[in-house]
């Protein structure tokens, strides 16, 4: 028997993925340096499996931000995403920020047809 990890705020787990991308959403408005707003975002789209995000272009994307977060390998024990948020600059943080605000409204407009 499989567990299922998602816990789902509305109950449907339809909605797993854009809850938790909500979350992400919040962490990334809050009046913090983008690097440390970023890193939050990207500990709660860990969160996310793939299979949670419907088939095609928004599994994609959503698969290309976590490259994006999780390319540099640690050098220490900070963890791959800690270390690629330090090795990039803040005009990429900002567009990978920007990446997920996108996948965010592209996961609600889907998910409200």
């Known amino acids: 028997m499989s567990e299922d990890h ?3 705020i509305s109950g449907d787990d339809r909605f797993y993925a854009l809850e938790t991308l909500t979350m992400a959403i919040h962490e990334l408005d ?26 095609g272009v928004l599994r994609w994307a959503f698969t290309g931000i976590m490259h994006d977060l999780t ?8 963890g791959r995403l ?3 948020i330090v090795s990039m600059t803040e005009a990429d943080c900002v567009t990978v920020a920007s990446r997920i605000q996108d996948l965010h409204a592209a996961l609600r407009k889907h998910l409200a047809e």
């Open 6 to 8: 998602t816990l789902s």
């Open 30 to 55: 809050e009046k913090k340096p983008i690097k440390e707003s970023l890193y939050e975002a990207g500990f709660l789209l860990v969160l996310i499996m793939p299979a949670d995000i419907p088939n």
């Open 82 to 84: 800690a270390a690629t």
């Open 71 to 78: 390319i540099v390998p640690p050098t220490y024990d900070e």
